[in-house]
């Protein structure tokens, strides 16, 4: 039955070769569950909760991909963008964390519905390359400073001002040291680098003394029904709402594009895309179902993929995997800043390379990536970067003389995101 299902032979792989993968898959994205776990926390999310969602997405993410698209793709919550579920949605465009939950509901609808449709095409091509370079080069930017401040290496004073953190902080102290072995384990390609970065930090968090608070209450899969099912559409015609879901939409669909194509291109399979990017879908309307913010295809499939990963069943194996770290929630609450923090920077800095491939010799094009890449940062918002890349790229195109050159998609994208801005700024 597996042979029929999987078609190990056709894809030249065994059982033991595909589980081997989702293996070390598990224990190279296996971070994901206390990373997401806390950053989803903030948002007001109950941590527990916010834990199970995290697993049960993965869980479910991970099978959805194996039976439908038989690709040895993870999906799990992406980084980068549970910071926008975090800070954008929540803490600045002051959207409920039910609320939130919902426009991933909405958000993950419409990208099935793009991805059973020709309008993945469209989509695709209507956004300008260096618009889509410098969204992902802006939230690593973003990714970084988020890791600075949980660390306390960096504090926002009264007047959002960055400054240096107090370096006798124990938490500063713990941070540095997690850093450097962080980027130790990372640079030298350590086999589940992040997670011993996790289990390195917790104990430097000890003995340094900056664990979080004990609860005493224990751990009970009843308090789970807080946070399952509890999106909400609630006034979802309000332009914030509507901005936070063609925002968070267009993230996942170009984030997921690329991902993607670029996993099915490494394993020889190209024509999975379709079902691959149709499996996203689905798995980000549920994310927001089972209490998570949206997932993506995770660029750490690559470490799935070259251990031997060439089928579904890579992928199965990495979702019950997640499944079994249930028993071990009570633990992710003792995990200290210090241990999550050196993850957000790295992963942070990755993104940042982008930068690599930006044109800048055409003004008109690199002003709107550089306003976008510092804006996001700057503004403590993904959307509002966007926003201000997106309208500044229409008024240049106008204003030289390349009108044309703009698709209609991304007029009607520019409009919408300074509509909101007036009516933000008038009210």
Not at 56 to 74: D, E, K, Q, R, Y
Not at 187 to 199: A, D, E, P, Q, Y
Not at 380 to 386: E, F, K, R
Not at 398 to 419: D, W
């Amino acid at each position: 039955m597996k042979r029929d299902l999987f078609q190990l032979e056709q894809h030249d792989t065994n059982v033991k070769q595909e589980v081997t993968a989702g293996l070390i898959g598990f224990f190279t994205i296996a971070y994901i569950i206390a990373v997401n776990s806390l950053i989803l926390s903030e948002a007001g999310v109950p941590l527990e909760g916010a834990v199970l969602g995290t697993i049960l997405t993965s869980f479910v993410g991970c099978l959805i991909m194996g039976v439908w698209a038989n690709a040895p793709i993870l999906v799990v919550p992406g980084m980068g963008i549970n910071a926008m579920f975090t800070y954008t949605l929540v803490q600045s465009m002051e959207l409920t964390w039910q609320q939130a939950l919902g426009v991933t509901v909405i958000s993950g609808l419409i990208f099935t519905l793009i991805a059973f449709s020709a309008l993945t095409t469209i989509i695709k091509n209507a956004i300008p390359k260096s618009l889509k370079e410098a969204i992902n080069i802006g939230i690593g930017l973003f990714l970084m400073l988020i890791g600075l401040e949980k660390g306390n290496l960096v504090e926002r004073g009264d007047q959002s001002i960055i400054a240096l953190g107090n370096f006798s902080d124990p938490l500063v102290l713990a941070t540095i040291i997690t850093l450097v072995i962080a980027f130790v384990l990372f640079i030298r390609n350590v086999k589940g680098n992040f997670l011993w970065t996790i289990l390195l930090g917790t104990g430097i968090g000890f003995v340094l003394g900056v664990l979080p608070s004990k609860t005493n209450d224990p751990f009970s899969l009843e308090g789970y029904q807080e946070v399952f099912g509890a999106f909400t559409f609630t006034e979802w015609t309000s332009l914030p709402f509507l901005i936070a879901v063609f925002s968070i939409m267009m993230v996942v669909v170009f984030e997921n594009i690329g991902l993607t194509y670029g996993h099915v291109a490494a394993t020889n399979r190209p024509e999975k895309f379709k079902k691959a990017f149709q499996a996203n879908g689905i798995s980000i309307m549920l994310s927001g179902m089972f209490g998570s913010s949206p997932t993506v295809s995770t660029a750490e499939t690559t470490a799935a993929i070259t251990a031997g990963g060439r089928t579904g069943l890579t992928t199965i194996t990495t979702g019950f995997l997640f499944l079994g770290v249930t028993f071990f929630i009570p633990y992710i609450q003792m995990i200290p800043s210090n241990a999550i923090a050196p993850i957000l920077i790295i992963i942070g800095g990755l993104m940042v390379q982008n930068i690599r491939n930006l044109d800048l010799s055409d003004l008109s094009e690199a002003f709107p990536a550089i306003f976008v890449i510092v804006m996001i940062p700057f503004t403590y918002s993904i959307a509002d970067g966007m926003a201000i890349g997106f309208i500044l790229y229409v008024i240049l195109k106008l204003s030289t003389g390349n009108a044309r050159r703009v698709s209609f998609t991304l007029y009607v994208i520019a409009f919408l995101f300074l509509l909101n801005f007036i009516i933000h700024f008038a009210v």
